[in-house]
């Protein structure tokens, strides 16, 4: 088996040791076990053929490529009480995102000498409650060396005289303030070095939109470095522009690096982690073993987009043949995958106009206008008849980013596709990527990291929670597996019924309501031409994005409560602010709230055309009762669990007090 042992570093109680009661009785207490997995695969067997370089990863004296990865388990005291359900917890850039979402808790904050071991909140308790096991699994190795951060320790990638490879990396950069030099990665991953200082073809070019024109920066302007007290010092993992870089602008670099991880042992470490806790024995250092049968993957943006990999690779049979996931749910990943298993990989990439990760975007074949090429993101799990049940969840700002709506059109946005039979496509109307900020604020800074620069935007931020929908696609999915169960019919915007439309079809809608501020040009992704570096753009894609209703509400994918009986619009997009440069510019991943006027005096001041609160709802009481109905009503339908509806209920007080305030 390719997990070889299982080196436990640090076992404790959570929730300090409380004990745990579900809808079908007694957990009992869990408890985290967190230490090392050590992996070793043979790199000839069919299941590690599509994983790229791995032939040219070090072998061990059996012929075998191996390496250690980070990781958690969290598993009941009392290993009976497990209920044969796993989560595999696809960490984002080093932070878990399992239990923080389903579990509605928070997630600690990693930086420069942070606790390597923080207490972990089990929020509401919802995944423990349930019996299931949850495992964290390190995958990245470019991950920041930051105490507490989970990171796989990745091979490197050797030539035929055992040298390191050399190859063309293209990368955007931006930075919030004005700064001398930039890392070349984002979010301080580590970076691929540059291979030549002097390297001559080496190319800066600027731009103030992701698909607006570029300007190139002469090479006499800039070189690989960054400034130290004040000196210029050469450095491969930096470039430093005379004159510094402009707070907002969009930076792309075009460079030779060396040196090259085997990136696609990514997806084979999280395989073969729990094909390990499905089938392993405890010599192997299982801690329960025997007590899992069904196991499904949660990844969430990033790690949305390297599940969507994954299912296009068909990396999930283990070197026994087995399908080793049950069921995935990629949520916040759009229409994207990532560079994952390609040499030169950068995990950390995720702007659709830097990648060649989109088509094809649909679970089932389509053709592509352009290129006359034709796939489909399933067609290796259905040539071999899987049955893995696939979700695929968004929310507006990856409707808005341009590329969501793909995942359920033709590349031209012109009809609507049909989805597999083990496919659902579920939109979150009016969120934005995250769980929604609160209270509500125009600024954030990275949730995982405090000394991250502030982003800040031109209205207030997304402001409604989606964790209650994630948390009935879970259940439904389980049920979809476990019992034959089908769940909810996918519900997204769509073509044929109006509800799906090009992004300045909104234009005239958010005019009318004061301050909204509506972009002036929706960015689209487009086709581009990877033969050559940096790529050469084509004809864009037919980005789609949900209609919305005179109160500025998207119409299309399910809406929460809290938002089908609104106080606000609650949109996917949000405009940078002009503090950190590129106003004119979307701020990724960001929607916004526009709140309604409290009464009719102040509606008619600033000529809101949207009834007042005053004018919409009796009293508190009589909001509250709307929202309970509506969450009923979604409950009935199966996109809400029925012991979630209270939830939603106090998400809609909380907006009354805030709105009303």
Same mark, same amino acid.
């Given at each position: 088996m390719p997990v070889t042992g299982f080196e436990v570093t640090l076992r404790r109680p959570l929730a300090e040791g409380g004990s745990f009661e579900g809808p079908d009785g007694p957990i009992g207490p869990y408890e985290e076990l967190k230490g090392r997995l050590r992996f070793s695969i043979d790199p000839t067997r069919e299941a590690n053929r599509r994983i790229t370089d791995v032939e040219l990863a070090p072998r061990s004296a059996t012929g075998r490529v191996e390496w250690t990865a980070d990781a958690s388990i969290l598993v009941p005291v009392d290993r009976s009480r497990c209920s044969g359900r796993l989560l595999l917890d696809v960490v984002n850039r080093g932070n878990t995102v399992a239990v923080p979402n389903f579990n509605r808790a928070t997630r600690p904050a990693f930086g420069p000498g942070s606790d390597p071991n923080p207490p972990i909140d089990v929020g509401d308790g919802f995944l423990m409650k349930r019996g299931w096991v949850v495992i964290s699994c390190g995958w990245q190795g470019d991950v920041p060396q930051v105490p507490g951060l989970f990171r796989m320790q990745t091979p490197e990638a050797l030539d035929a005289d055992g040298r390191p490879i050399r190859g063309r990396v293209y990368s955007q950069l931006q930075s919030t303030e004005p700064v001398p030099h930039l890392l070349l990665s984002d979010r301080g991953h580590i970076p691929y070095p540059a291979a030549d200082l002097a390297e001559r073809d080496a190319l800066l070019t600027v731009r103030d939109q992701p698909d607006g024109p570029e300007t190139v920066i002469p090479r006499d302007r800039w070189r690989f470095a960054r400034v130290e007290a004040g000196r210029v010092?050469?450095?491969?993992?930096?470039? #430093?522009?005379?004159?510094? $870089?402009?707070?907002?602008?969009? %930076?792309?670099?075009? %460079?030779?690096?060396?040196?090259?991880?085997?990136?696609?042992?990514?997806?084979? &470490?999280?395989?073969?982690?729990?094909?390990? =806790?499905? @089938?392993?024995?405890?010599?192997?250092? #299982?801690?329960?073993?025997?007590?899992?049968?069904?196991?499904? &993957?949660?990844?969430?943006?990033?790690?949305?987009? =390297?599940?969507?990999?994954?299912?296009?690779?068909?990396?999930?049979?283990?070197? *026994?043949?087995? *399908?080793?996931?049950?069921?995935?749910?990629?949520?916040?990943?759009?229409?994207?995958?990532? *560079? /994952?298993?390609?040499? $030169?990989?950068? #995990?950390?990439?995720?702007?659709?106009?830097?990648?060649? @990760? =989109? $088509?094809? /975007?649909?679970?089932?074949?389509?053709?592509?206008? *352009?290129t006359g090429a034709k796939d489909a993101l399933h067609a290796r799990l259905d040539a071999r008849g899987s049955r893995l049940r696939v979700y695929y969840t968004n929310t507006s700002a990856e409707y808005h980013r341009g590329d969501a709506s793909l995942i359920h059109t033709d590349p031209d946005g012109t009809r609507d596709v049909a989805h597999g039979p083990y496919t659902r496509v579920y939109h979150f109307a009016g969120t934005e990527h995250g769980l929604g900020i609160w209270p509500p604020t125009d600024s954030q800074a990275a949730p995982a990291d405090p000394t991250a620069p502030v982003e800040r935007s031109q209205n207030l931020r997304g402001v409604a929670d989606y964790a209650v929908l994630l948390r009935a696609c879970l259940v439904s999915l389980d049920r979809w597996v476990v019992d034959g169960v089908e769940p909810p019919p996918s519900r997204h915007p769509r073509v044929a019924d109006g509800t799906a439309v090009p992004p300045d079809r909104l234009a005239p809608a958010f005019a009318r309501i004061p301050a909204a501020r509506y972009p002036r040009h929706n960015p689209r992704p487009r086709r581009l031409d990877w033969s050559a570096l940096p790529p050469t753009p084509g004809k864009p894609f037919g980005s789609l994005v949900s209609a919305v209703d005179s109160d500025g509400n998207e119409i299309g994918g399910i809406v929460l409560p809290e938002i089908a009986v609104p106080l606000a619009a609650h949109t996917g997009w949000n405009l940078r602010h002009p503090d950190i440069g590129g106003a004119e510019q979307l701020l990724v991943f960001a929607g916004a709230t526009v709140p309604m006027a409290r009464n009719r005096a102040e509606r008619e001041a600033t000529g809101d055309p949207r009834l007042s609160l005053e004018e919409r709802y009796p009293s508190r009481e009589a909001y509250l009762e709307r929202v309970r109905q509506a969450a009923e009503a979604l409950a009935r339908e199966g996109y809400l669990l029925t012991d979630d509806v209270p939830l939603s209920v106090a998400a809609g007080g909380r907006f009354w007090d805030h709105f009303t305030r």
């Open positions: 010092m050469p450095d491969a993992g930096y470039i #430093h522009l005379d004159g510094g $870089f402009e707070k907002g602008r969009l %930076y792309q670099i075009t %460079y030779t690096a060396v040196g090259t991880p085997v990136q696609g042992l990514a997806m084979a &470490a999280l395989r073969d982690a729990v094909s390990w =806790l499905k @089938h392993g024995d405890a010599a192997s250092g #299982h801690p329960a073993p025997g007590a899992l049968r069904w196991a499904y &993957a949660y990844g969430r943006s990033q790690t949305g987009r =390297l599940l969507r990999t994954l299912v296009y690779e068909d990396l999930n049979l283990d070197e *026994e043949g087995r *399908e080793v996931l049950d069921g995935i749910i990629a949520n916040v990943a759009g229409g994207m995958r990532g *560079e /994952f298993n390609q040499r $030169f990989g950068q #995990h950390s990439k995720d702007r659709n106009n830097m990648m060649a @990760h =989109l $088509f094809p /975007f649909t679970d089932q074949p389509q053709a592509e206008p *352009e």
